[in-house]
């Protein structure tokens, strides 16, 4: 994607998305923008990965049952197949790659890491990742300190941001994806 195409992709995803939805990627361009530019990141790529890092949520719904799926699809979902509440994520890179024209690996890695993280994660994906958790519509105990942490030191907000989600997640008895487990662990040791 050319990324003066971003009005274009942003006209499709107001036509394609919950206005909810839509709204919340719009509050993370504006969160990942400021991140980028406080960090010296590179805002075009955290720009487009964060706008398009929810153009999967809808379709996600509807995949399980889809009986056509291409076999390169399948490669690139198979590991998160077990969780479906992530399996948004790698479907949408997968969108922004086949559907929206998005040629850079980072852009696509950034989307397609954006709720689990990963272990050697780039300085964009950070940002992406923790913008979609902090953006101002977020509303949960604790995502005041996360915003502030944020403003400090990427790594610990990032890990603060993914411990939070484990909690969330072993309170609802809900499926830890192991890249989450992988980060968190990753981050204390690097922190170490």
Known sequence: MDYTD??????????????????????????????????GADRSIVETAALLHDCAKEEAKHF????????????????????????????????????????????????????????????????VFLADGIEKGREFDGVEQLRDLAKKDLDKAVLACLESTLQYLNTRHSAVHPLTIATINYLKEKMK
Do not use: C, W
């Open 6 to 39: 971003l009005k274009e992709a942003q006209r499709r995803l107001s036509k394609m998305l919950p206005e909810r939805t839509y709204a919340h990627s719009l509050r993370t361009v504006e969160m990942a923008v400021t991140l980028a530019e406080r960090l």
């Open 64 to 127: 399980l049952q889809a009986k056509n799926i291409s076999l390169e699809l399948s490669e690139k979902l198979t590991d998160f197949l077990d969780y479906p509440s992530v399996l948004h994520a790698p479907l949408g890179a997968y969108i922004a790659e086949h559907e929206y024209g998005v040629t850079d690996q980072r852009i696509l890695d950034a989307i397609t890491y954006h709720t689990t993280g990963r272990p050697g994660m780039t300085t964009e994906e950070k940002i």
